[in-house]
């Protein structure tokens, strides 16, 4: 009997052990686990540094480009704007080319054709298109009675993507990302006939056809078109849908997570013809449209094509928040994001 029991508290005595052991060996390896992950009050979330976009700055460029005059094509004030906007590109570090042409538009005329094109960092293979037309439609054909056919400012049709982009140059210049970018203001955009297929865009057309740089390419493209006048609304447009829908998801949900959502909506238009078809169709690059348009008028900004498009109608808080958009879509391109 006595032997039965000390072989019983022998093996007791083996468990006990074997426990003991097993306890300090979970309680060693979650020492350890707490050893290899950090608490929780260290990470931190992945952050950029995005620079300000000054609405002053582009206001008064917007404002300097009207002043020039109407920038119709031929006329003193077209030829003195474009050395202007080449000045200016190259003034902040952007290798500049003039591409050059003869366009004959609708109306069988023919005239000089100067797409602007700077380049920032033009060495990097990783790149991003910026593009706006400056030039300005001839007449006013929306308007009635004496002002019908009459030239007009192009305050927010043409101007005002043209002031984003040089406020966009000008703060790339300073903050320096790694990635490239080109900039470009298509000419004789806006000299066309709704009942002439391919009569509109034509310094797109000719670029797309006729890249400044062989072989060039970009990740994508954003064409600004009418991004100043106040109470503007971007839906998102249709030819950028059928070729980009995903920069479209990507720009508007970085404007929405701005606080810009009154402005970017998520309504949906029928396609339209601008510069950026010809940058999808023919050049290949995925490129979406920022545009002022109602969709439920299925129409432009009330003063679209009339001598209303002046000064009086640009807002500069439109114009922040398209370029407050951009900035932030170039620096998270440059961070991976």
Known sequence: ????????????????????????????????????????????????????????????????????????????????CSEWLAEKLNSYGLDVTIQKSVATTFDKKKFDLYNIIGSYNPK????????????????????????????????????????????????????????????????????????????????????????????YYA???????????????????GTSMYYASGIVDKVWGIAQRKGYGEMFTNQTTSPTTDDHLYVNRDANIPCINIVHYNASKRDYFPHHHRVTDNMDNIDPTVLDAVGNTLLQVIFEENAGI
């Open 219 to 237: 990740r994508f493209g954003i064409l600004l078109d009418m991004v100043g006048a106040k109470g503007a609304t971007f839906p998102k447009e």
């Open 124 to 215: 990097s293979t990783e790149r991003i298109l910026l593009c706006s037309h400056w030039d300005t439609r001839p007449f006013a054909d929306r308007d009635e009675g004496e002002n019908y056919n009459k030239p007009f400012d192009g305050a927010n049709d043409g101007a005002s993507g043209v002031g984003v982009l040089l406020e966009i140059a000008r703060q790339i210049s300073i903050a320096k990302p790694a990635i490239g970018i080109d900039i470009i203001f298509f000419d004789l955009e806006d000299y066309g006939n709704s009942a002439i297929d391919e009569s509109w865009c034509l310094g797109a057309q000719y670029w797309a056809k006729n890249l400044h740089k062989p072989g």
């Open 1 to 80: 009997m006595n032997r039965i029991v000390s072989q019983l508290l022998h093996h007791r005595y083996i468990i006990l052990i074997l426990l003991v052991i097993t306890i300090w060996g979970c309680q060693s390896e979650k020492a350890n686990d707490k050893k290899s992950d950090p608490p929780l009050s260290t990470y931190k979330p992945v952050t950029i540094n995005v620079p300000p976009f000054n609405k002053d700055s582009a206001y008064y460029y917007v404002k300097h480009q009207v002043e020039f005059g109407p920038r119709i094509p031929g006329s003193k004030a077209h030829l003195e």
